[in-house]
């Protein structure tokens, strides 16, 4: 007989599962395996598995009398998308769901069961179980700014690794902005030659970027683990390394932010940019592009000296600057909607008239509720990502030295874990176009990849049950438990991470001692 039990009555069974799923079935007895290649007669979902043996370490060259069966099984529907049920017998594993996607997260927990398993005389000792689980929000994303500070595709796929062991499903990639332009685009060469020199820290780094074999070898690898990659081209604002190649479709000079824009009355503008994001389409198929749309106002004052911008406004009757700005980010909201693509923005572009069911929408100003609301009263489909708790660059303990804070505020594991009841109203939160969430981690303060790790994990975890489970699931003892069961993983793969419990454990690492400042 199979006793159901709730996540937040775990503890009890010592399953040290992140995201720890819907309702778990403890039966009597031991699930037996060897430490060999596991397998299933089903070729189409042997890839599934591929991976999977890899990350356990098994040789390929396993006999197959050594082999142990796994049964994966693409059936009627469990539950919503990604959901699945997964039984361990005396002697093998079986797992059902109605998409791949499901299949792979029922994957993703017997790893985490296998890698806490008892092992005697070469077997596992997993216990009898049968789970059901499906996720609380179908966005459970992560962002990497890759314009401030590069780090190259190891790091990208080991960052891919981890979002999968936590059922992470989206990464955002900002690859452009002001001190960067990180993706080879074949018609512009210099965007990467030029453009891509520098950083936040050294403007005479060398130039620094992707090609466009390596974008396609990261998506491959992306969606070999069910992660759907979504590129960001920031414009109008931010654009200060692409002007630095291309002059020509600068918006002009403001104070403190020279180049900062592109120029939205220049018709040659929307060309060049179009032509970038068909190669960018082309390159992801995610169906999705982010254009950005995010703080325009720190150098929107230039275009009151562009004179084809004072013409521009005269001409269409136009009062005021972000007009300009709307009917900029419709023009290019209109060439990524021909390539068949949704857009996705920054919440500062909710006002700007983009099209309500082909656009996404970033929520990052927790200090600005109202564009929240409107963007749900409008119908777009909204991801949470305030800066609050939900921005990785935030220091993680009021002793730190390195990142943000905001009026003293600074973005600890358990926000995060407690995320989003504990920020967002009950009846906002209710609402049907709220996606999910995203961690989102700005790199003005990250060069190394020591610091990388530390200011991402313990906290992926925290996100990870943030988007996974429900509220009424969470216990802080509970959790807890689990994630120092994930400690002694950090430690095994020799990630230099932030320890709560011990917090003098790894000392924190800085790379530039940077404090306050509320921009991305």
């Not at 995610?286 to 325009?296: K, L, N």
């Not at 390195?402 to 009846?427: C, L, T, V």
């Not at 609402?431 to 060069?447: D, F, H, M, P, Y």
Request: with cysteine; net charge positive; aromatic share 12%.
């Amino acid at each position: 007989m199979t006793l159901l039990v709730s996540a937040g009555l775990s503890k009890a069974q010592n399953l040290n599962l992140i995201p720890y799923p819907s309702h778990v079935g403890i039966l009597k007895g031991n699930c037996v395996l060897y430490n060999t290649q596991l397998y299933t007669n089903n070729k189409q979902l042997s890839v599934l598995l591929r991976n999977f043996n890899e990350e356990i370490g098994f040789k390929l060259k396993t006999a197959k009398s050594q082999k142990q069966f796994i049964d994966l099984k693409l059936g009627a529907s469990t539950g919503v998308y990604g959901s699945y049920e997964l039984i361990t017998y005396e002697k093998h594993v079986a797992i059902k769901a109605s998409d791949s996607a499901g299949l792979f997260n029922g994957l993703t927990t017997l790893l985490q069961l296998y890698k806490s398993a008892k092992v005697v005389n070469g077997k596992m000792i997993l216990p009898r179980l049968v789970i059901h689980d499906q996720p609380r929000f179908s966005w459970r994303g992560f962002l990497l700014d890759e314009s401030r500070h590069f780090f190259g595709k190891k790091t990208i796929k080991e960052l891919l690794n981890w979002m999968a062991f936590y059922k992470l499903n989206r990464f955002h990639w900002h690859l452009t902005d002001s001190h960067g332009w990180r993706i080879e685009i074949k018609k512009f060469p210099l965007l990467t030659t030029i453009g891509g020199k520098g950083n936040f820290t050294d403007s005479l780094a060398s130039a620094s970027y992707y090609t466009q074999e390596d974008i396609r070898e990261i998506v491959r690898y992306a969606k070999e683990r069910f992660i759907t990659i979504i590129p960001e081209v920031d414009m109008p604002g931010h654009a200060t390394a692409a002007n630095r190649a291309y002059p020509e479709f600068s918006g002009g000079d403001a104070p403190g932010y020279n180049d900062f824009t592109f120029d939205p009355a220049n018709e040659k503008t929307y060309s060049y940019l179009t032509d970038i994001l068909r190669e960018i389409r082309a390159l992801f198929p995610s169906g999705i592009i982010h254009i950005g749309g995010d703080e325009v106002a720190l150098g929107i004052t230039a275009w009151t000296n562009n004179s084809g911008v004072v013409k521009f406004m005269a001409a269409q009757q136009m009062t005021d600057l972000n007009q300009v700005e709307h009917y900029f980010l419709r023009r290019v909201g209109d060439s990524v909607l021909k390539f068949s693509n949704n857009l996705m923005c920054w919440d500062e572009a909710v006002s700007a008239g983009l099209p309500v069911s082909s656009t996404y929408v970033n929520w990052w100003r927790q200090d600005k509720p109202e564009s929240l609301n409107e963007a749900i009263s409008k119908g777009y489909r909204v991801i949470l990502c305030p800066r609050l708790p939900l921005y990785l660059d935030f220091v993680q303990d009021n002793t730190h030295l390195s990142g943000r804070k905001w009026s003293g505020r600074y973005n600890s594991y358990m926000d995060i874990y407690h995320f989003p009841e504990n920020s967002i109203p009950a009846d906002v939160l209710g609402k049907s176009n709220i996606l999910g969430l995203q961690g989102n981690l700005w790199t003005e303060t990250v060069i190394s990849e020591k610091r990388l790790q530390y200011l991402i994990f313990p906290r992926m975890a925290s996100l990870a049950e943030a988007g996974w489970a429900i509220d009424a699931a969470k216990n802080d003892t509970d959790f807890n438990t689990r994630l120092k069961a994930h400690l002694l993983l950090y430690d095994k793969k020799r990630v230099y991470y932030y320890d709560p419990f011990y917090p003098g454990k790894h000392p924190e690492p800085i790379d530039i001692s940077r404090r306050g400042g509320d921009q991305d």
